[in-house]
């Protein structure tokens, strides 16, 4: 057995079945152990970007990570951005890159690069194998690393020559860590800021975007009144009608300030304290009020959803919380706007979605308040603002739940980065239903631009937000990567077409044209 | 005047005349200046790999540098492979980053990122403005930095308040470095190698390659007989008829290894020692034979053709180099294959023609000695391996020089990792045919498969590097970027489509499908 087929082994027998890939010459005996390792399935993206933000999408949703295979520091560095995304997800993502055998790499040769500085900058977990016999044991520390609470990028460096020698050894797992839990005596000190009567906040985020943390703050805020909001961009909420709905802090800073104004004490479950997304000249990048006392219940490191449960039990032994219910099903019609096209989505989004939104502006106006009256569904968002995530993620997340619908809301700028992810839905048959948000510009940087107080007399700097001249055709992109595709002009050709993408198997994309 | 207007200036008054960007938020002062300092002509890429690969081309058919503008972390990883492909070519490029405000980096917000530590493994220049007043100073010497012979990156980090704060400063261009001279006394021991009748070989790289160096070389090899090679992967190789043509060293590595055989000396001017691009099980890394001995003439940073020139006034005071001819222009006909797409394009190449070759194993039959014979051009070749350079490449070839007509040679796979830029091509009106040949494969990795002596079963592993099941239609996607496109399938179709695309202005696209 050679180095490359014991890592393959240890990967499958901790728990990794998937492995994104987008290989080169390094990584050619890793990819020929696909063959001796049959239950791993191997999966092609044709840019890395792809396939990072696939294995990001993939353990979000089924809870554990896979495999992506990158070729040297070129195809580290390809795969970055979405790499950065599940690291600010605190995703688990096992990134296997393969490098130049170890006697070759003092010759500095042209592929030659510096990828653990590189790996470095993610502030995971990085090793590089040294020893065919040592490769499998490095496998299952790197799948162990990943898990590590909150989960983390762990990049596991493979030299070709400890990939193709012989004397690869299978290990065994590493057992994994539980999140720590949080001392009786924080709890009962929150438990106190809450019935205090002071006018305090409750920032919820991680894993308490999911149903049992959702459940509890339900609760806790039924009983104190305490006021709740999700953090910005959770790795996954789960949603819509049978849950608990609250608010997410804006990504607009002016809205995130509004939102926290007026309270004395801020809570902090699993979610970092509230900063503004970019610094604005003359504005705090701190959102809380400056008099506000900040208490944490509960770090992402630690079990926030016990430690919420039992604050619950604390403010509100028998209390439950408030559901919402579905919202009835209205769909709006005439040209499709920022505004209408939520609506559309939202009332025939299919019952136990998985929704990856990068939706960007095209979402601000009502998505949320949508998709909360929505049937139940899971939201992936685009936790690190490296745009470019929300196709691959659909890629992942329709690979990690086979057994569900996948709907991609997608601006259209954002997924210029990526759009090689449509070909891999394609060659693996996914049901996923990517909505292409065209608005022709990256409407974003528009609004940015007032926010930062820049002033351009317009058409030279303008240019180079509009993505106009020339349109981008989606649906003849689409096509030419192999999935079907239609275009919407109104909210009742958006209708029409989502109802059949989502009633048949296999990706479609519907590009949406904005007025 | 604000930090970003101090930088915009200063580039400007430093020689840098084009702004390929994709900026964010973080860079919208700096895109405000593009108003206020009009002679900087701003082009947007859909992907920064784009952006990184324009400036590469630009900078090596323009001779001097263009700005990258990039968005924080993520914006410069998605550029990276593309800055490692320059930093190989030894192009000057000027990597402008923005990052977040200073005072806002340590609330390590979602797109707070390590930029130097990515940065620093270019291995070039860097350096973060930490003020407006000097903001313009630091753009001087970036830009300095950049042309330090042989040529590099530099990374200027620009936080937001730098850009924003008003007290920004234009500085005086910088003094540029001349490349160091070699000594007489090496140029003679050089010539006493040449003249001694053993076996020698000249390895030729970099600026040697361009017309007055291969020139030099022509004459010493007519008066020495010693066999002369071109590195791998020139940046810029001046070819076709008129030119003194000489052999590339082989990518395939048994096919260096013979061309180097049987040689007592080898002696080096602009180029690195020859190595193997990747390593092979059981074979050397070095390819020249292990007696030979190795001579430097000129290193990557010494004024290689000076140096030439002055070798040859040594041993050929009155020899003229032997020039090649254009050759018959046959053209073939029947279904494309491998071999005979060349043909097509050797015999219609027109005139003065800038070449962005990324055509891969498509290339390796007969490519180069059909544009050996080919009029008069210039090849830019991807010489850092990292793909997705051809399609960037030819981009900012096109601008920088845009009375000549660019072709683009580009394989399929790596034609997907940065397919955005025909957008671009579009959206200014580039004069770039692109012959897109597809093989629906990534026909390199089957190849090297074999080479690394990994063997497979087939059919999983396969999977991996076959680009069919759907097989990709540029013809679409081209045209859904904005670039008319057409299907070539024979040898006629070929040769009638290309021979229209170089006729008319503007970006076309031609996909070669090859049996």
């Given at each position: 057995?050679?180095?490359?087929?014991?890592?393959?082994?240890?990967?499958?027998?901790?728990?990794?079945?998937?492995?994104?890939?987008?290989?080169?010459?390094?990584?050619?005996?890793?990819?020929?152990?696909?063959?001796?390792?049959?239950?791993?399935?191997?999966?092609?993206?044709?840019?890395?970007?792809?396939?990072?933000?696939?294995?990001?999408?993939?353990?979000?949703?089924?809870?554990?990570?896979?495999?992506?295979?990158?070729?040297?520091?070129?195809?580290?560095?390809?795969?970055?951005?979405?790499?950065?995304?599940?690291?600010?997800?605190?995703?688990?993502?096992?990134?296997?890159?393969?490098?130049?055998?170890?006697?070759?790499?003092?010759?500095?040769?042209?592929?030659?690069?510096?990828?653990?500085?590189?790996?470095?900058?993610?502030?995971?977990?990085?090793?590089?194998?040294?020893?065919?016999?040592?490769?499998?044991?490095?496998?299952?520390?790197?799948?162990?690393?990943?898990?590590?609470?909150?989960?983390?990028?762990?990049?596991?460096?493979?030299?070709?020559?400890?990939?193709?020698?012989?004397?690869?050894?299978?290990?065994?797992?590493?057992?994994?860590?539980?999140?720590?839990?949080?001392?009786?005596?924080?709890?009962?000190?929150?438990?106190?800021?809450?019935?205090?009567?002071?006018?305090?906040?409750?920032?919820?985020?991680?894993?308490?975007?999911?149903?049992?943390?959702?459940?509890?703050?339900?609760?806790?805020?039924?009983?104190?009144?305490?006021?709740?909001?999700?953090?910005?961009?959770?790795?996954?909420?789960?949603?819509?009608?049978?849950?608990?709905?609250?608010?997410?802090?804006?990504?607009?800073?002016?809205?995130?300030?509004?939102?926290?104004?007026?309270?004395?004490?801020?809570?902090?479950a699993g979610a970092k304290a509230p900063v503004?997304?970019?610094?604005?000249?003359?504005?705090?990048?701190?959102?809380?009020?400056?008099?506000?006392?900040?208490?944490?219940?509960?770090?992402?490191?630690?079990?926030?959803?016990?430690?919420?449960?039992?604050?619950?039990?604390?403010?509100?032994?028998?209390?439950?919380?408030?559901?919402?219910?579905?919202?009835?099903?209205?769909?709006?019609?005439?040209?499709?706007?920022?505004?209408?096209?939520?609506?559309?989505?939202?009332?025939?989004?299919?019952?136990?979605?998985?929704?990856?939104?990068?939706?960007?502006?095209?979402?601000?106006?009502?998505?949320?308040?949508?998709?909360?009256?929505?049937?139940?569904?899971?939201?992936?968002?685009?936790?690190?603002?490296?745009?470019?995530?929300?196709?691959?993620?659909?890629?992942?997340?329709?690979?990690?739940?086979?057994?569900?619908?996948?709907?991609?809301?997608?601006?259209?700028?954002?997924?210029?980065?990526?759009?090689?992810?449509l070909w891999t839905q394609a060659r693996e048959?996914?049901?996923?239903?990517?909505?292409?948000?065209?608005?022709?510009?990256?409407?974003?940087?528009?609004?940015?631009?007032?926010?930062?107080?820049?002033?351009?007399?317009?058409?030279?700097?303008?240019?180079?937000?509009?993505?106009?001249?020339?349109?981008?055709?989606?649906?003849?992109?689409?096509?030419?990567?192999?999935?079907?595709?239609?275009?919407?002009?109104?909210?009742?050709?958006?209708?029409?077409?989502?109802?059949?993408?989502?009633?048949?198997?296999?990706?479609?994309?519907?590009?949406?044209?904005?007025?």
């Amino acid at each position: 057995m050679n180095g490359a087929q014991s890592v393959m082994q240890t990967l499958l027998d901790s728990g990794v079945e998937v492995c994104f890939a987008n290989p080169g010459t390094s990584e050619m005996h890793f990819v020929a152990a696909l063959d001796t390792v049959p239950r791993m399935r191997g999966v092609l993206g044709l840019f890395e970007g792809v396939v990072t933000g696939a294995a990001d999408g993939y353990a979000r949703v089924a809870g554990k990570p896979a495999v992506a295979l990158l070729h040297l520091g070129p195809g580290l560095a390809n795969g970055y951005a979405n790499l950065h995304n599940a690291r600010r997800a605190a995703t688990p993502v096992v990134d296997l890159v393969g490098d130049h055998a170890t006697y070759h790499q003092r010759y500095d040769t042209p592929l030659n690069t510096d990828i653990r500085s590189i790996a470095g900058t993610l502030r995971g977990w990085v090793r590089c194998s040294q020893s065919s016999a040592g490769a499998g044991a490095d496998a299952a520390a790197a799948t162990a690393a990943a898990q590590d609470p909150p989960g983390r990028v762990a990049t596991l460096i493979l030299p070709a020559d400890v990939s193709w020698n012989e004397g690869g050894r299978v290990a065994e797992p590493v057992p994994l860590s539980s999140p720590s839990p949080v001392g009786d005596a924080t709890v009962a000190e929150i438990a106190s800021v809450l019935r205090g009567g002071e006018p305090a906040l409750l920032l919820i985020g991680g894993a308490a975007c999911h149903e049992a943390g959702l459940r509890a703050v339900g609760r806790i805020t039924a009983a104190t009144g305490v006021r709740v909001l999700l953090e910005t961009w959770p790795a996954r909420l789960e949603a819509g009608a049978g849950l608990p709905a609250f608010e997410r802090l804006a990504y607009a800073n002016e809205k995130a300030v509004r939102q926290l104004a007026g309270i004395s004490h801020l809570v902090l479950a699993g979610a970092k304290a509230p900063v503004s997304f970019f610094a604005y000249p003359g504005i705090r990048s701190e959102q809380a009020p400056e008099n506000a006392e900040t208490h944490v219940l509960a770090d992402t490191a630690n079990d926030v959803v016990a430690a919420l449960e039992a604050l619950a039990e604390i403010v509100a032994p028998r209390g439950g919380p408030a559901l919402t219910e579905t919202a009835g099903r209205e769909l709006p019609s005439g040209r499709l706007t920022g505004r209408n096209w939520a609506e559309v989505i939202g009332a025939l989004l299919p019952e136990g979605a998985i929704v990856s939104d990068e939706s960007m502006t095209s979402g601000f106006f009502n998505l949320q308040g949508v998709l909360a009256a929505a049937p139940r569904h899971d939201l992936l968002t685009l936790t690190g603002g490296a745009i470019g995530q929300g196709l691959p993620v659909a890629v992942g997340a329709a690979i990690g739940a086979p057994d569900r619908p996948v709907v991609g809301l997608q601006a259209d700028g954002a997924a210029m980065y990526t759009i090689q992810a449509l070909w891999t839905q394609a060659r693996e048959s996914l049901d996923v239903t990517t909505v292409l948000l065209n608005n022709r510009a990256y409407a974003v940087l528009r609004w940015e631009l007032e926010n930062v107080g820049a002033r351009t007399s317009g058409s030279r700097a303008g240019r180079l937000f509009d993505l106009s001249e020339p349109d981008l055709d989606f649906v003849r992109i689409s096509e030419g990567l192999g999935v079907p595709a239609a275009r919407a002009t109104t909210a009742e050709e958006l209708a029409r077409e989502f109802a059949r993408a989502v009633a048949e198997p296999g990706p479609h994309l519907i590009e949406a044209v904005l007025s």
